[in-house]
């Protein structure tokens, strides 16, 4: 063999070597490689901890939401500065997680890889793929034995219908509703009174607009206001029967209620009750309008009441009522699903002190949002802390309704629907879109949609 | 030392790390995609062979056509309007004098360096239709009819989104045709100027028939860069409203990944290569097809 032949070669090899060394799995063999069958394990297992080098601490990987006030706050105030003392043998890293879809894609992606984090927030969005790969972990013997469960005013309410428990959170989400925020001094300017029928709304909203004023704002990028809380406002004012069934898989997009709610949406981009360009509008500028006073009512969540609350001019009001079986007394969207909260990987290879981590981001949730005076479900042994007077408005409205009706968001869509109901629901927004060519659409993804197969 | 890089055995063996790569990295995955895109698959699983039925369903789809439709518009805005613009840019620098010149090549560059996230953000604020840039000067100057939701309205999105992206990057193309004039001998233009030709004829006698071969890699550039058109979408509009202005890698990334229907997603992504091969395959035959030598 000639010189060069083993120069080539010698190169050629190195190439090789690079190459497989890049390839490489970074994790040892003995990682569980992602089954095709879910892992149905109850039992806690037993920890990799005996490997760690005394004193060495066990690394930990979290994914959250990060996308709003209330997470940057939490991060900020509860856990950065209280995670070292209350965990000493984790280094945890946290990774930010965004929201919404990207968060869901961001979860799947890693599912799908193998590389899914130790800590998640996990959403019932995306809870079907990463329990169908047994990617989560039913966490009921953990913290039944650590007693944690026991911290919890409703343990049931954490069980999903298969009878575990697989995410932990402040409980605080049982207590989230739609509802309009909006600045009294607008309305005064403007001279216009809280609106109780829908019509009236549609009447206020072109008098605050003849007044210069955005009269109403939502985040409607990607659909997220359609589909988190619009459509089943615009159904429910009408008939809180039509919109339960809906929930429940009783009724279709074909029926009469569903579309009359649907053809409201449209109704609203028409006259303009919402800016241009509001299928655009991200949750960042959308809240920024209402807290700048550029828009006189902001449609959105209560988890955002305990930051407008400090602005004495905001107050909200339930979605006004489009018919007489409808009562905002009576009849109330709730957003808690037990399966969003803070998740354990199954593939982690510390489950106990992964969920020890879980109950501690729990916690710090709970102790954020009591410290607001918002209602939670984890008992942290504070006396309950003074609310505002508008967290007090809305608990003592919210509390009595009798009748709550679970979301369509969380309760009742698999991922293809979801992200139909999404781009369907942005399309209603422009005002170009009919509530009809809504139904349709619809109507086909309801057809096919898997969520009750489960 | 010529004789060891001019053997066969030497060019292998330099080619081969990057084919070795290629290999793995490009080629290797499309295997298991193409099994995929003939399986019913959530990302995680096959849940059954189901033939071509994915691709039927992508072809019966009509968001599959939308995202066609807006993304050869994307094609066709940055070659038929882009890479003109770009060679006047590049003759417009290749005579001004040094310092300008010196300013026009680095404003040329500049937004084409910039993260496609912040450019798309920016190009949001412009296009805002309550407060934005563009509908604030149309109403100043008295055009308030020409006012628009640009980034809502389905006339306005996709252009409105073609702008941004042929204004990133018609900096870096006349930047391409400004290097290939530079390697054009001086004495061609020397020539043309004492036979007293004008401005207009050495372009279209001598630099644009030059620069063929630079032409032909920019034009393949552009294409399949215009075809691959996904993060602006993904920043200023999310596809929406609706599927408005979803492009094909856009399609492909929100069947598999939100709706998590990964066989029909992999079919889309199979069918787009296919174009993308016939597309880079006609460049090829039919531009620059001579070779000249200068």
Known sequence: MSKASKTAGLILLAGLLLVASACGAKKNDAQPSPSAEPSESSTPAASNSESQAPGEKIKMRVITITTDENRNNIMEKYIKPNIAKALPNLEVEFEPGGGGEDMANKLKTLNASGDMPDVFWDDAGYFTPLKSTGSILDLTPYIAKDGFLDKYAVPDALKHFDGKIYSISSGADTYFTPVIFYHKDMFEKAGVQVPTTFDELIGISKTLKDKGMVPAVTPGKDGWGPKLYMLQQMIQIGDPQAMADLVANKTDFNNPSVKAGAARIEQLAKEGVFPDGIANLDYGPAMEMFTSKKAAMLWMFTWELPNLAKDDTVDFFPFPSAGDAYDPAKFVQFWGSPLNGYAVSAKTEHPEEAVKLAEFLAMADALYFESTGAPIALKTGNPPAESSPLMKKFIDWYNPIPTKIPSLALNSLDARTSAELSSQGANLLTGEYSADKFAEAMNKVWSENTWFDN | ?294
């Open chain 2, 1 to 294: 030392m010529n004789k060891y890089f001019s053997t066969k055995m030497s060019i292998f063996v330099f080619a081969a790390p990057a084919l070795l790569l290629f290999t793995v990295f490009c080629v290797y995955p499309l295997l298991p995609e193409i099994w995929m895109s003939l399986h019913k698959h959530d990302g995680f699983r096959s849940l059954g062979f189901v033939g071509l039925d994915n691709y039927a369903d992508a072809f019966n789809n009509s968001s599959f056509w939308t995202a066609h439709r807006n993304t050869y518009l994307i094609v066709g805005i940055s070659v038929l309007l882009g890479l003109p613009l770009s060679m006047a840019l590049a003759l417009f620098m290749d005579v001004q004098p040094p310092r300008l010149r010196r300013f026009f090549k680095s404003s040329a560059m500049f937004p084409a360096i910039l993260s496609v996230t912040v450019v798309s953000q920016i190009w949001v604020a412009f296009y805002e239709p309550n407060w934005g840039l563009f509908n604030a000067i149309l109403k100043s100057i008295g055009l308030s009819s020409w006012t628009h939701s640009w980034l809502t309205e389905r006339r306005t999105v996709m252009p409105s989104i073609g702008l941004v992206f042929l204004w990133q990057y018609i900096g870096l193309n006349a930047m391409l045709f400004y290097t290939g004039i530079k390697t054009i001998p001086k004495m061609y233009y020397e020539a043309a100027l004492i036979d007293g030709a004008k401005f207009v004829q050495v372009c279209m006698r001598i630099t644009i028939p030059l620069l063929q071969d630079v032409i032909k890699y920019v034009l393949i550039l552009s294409t399949l860069g215009s075809m691959a058109f996904y993060s602006h979408v993904r920043v200023m509009t999310a596809g929406g409203p609706g599927d408005v202005s979803r492009t094909v890698i856009y399609q492909m990334y929100y069947t598999a990944f939100d709706t998590s229907e990964f066989g029909k997603g992999t079919a889309i992504a199979v069918i787009f290569i296919l174009e993308c091969l016939l597309i880079s395959f006609l460049i090829q035959r039919f531009v620059a097809k001579e070779k000249l030598e200068f």
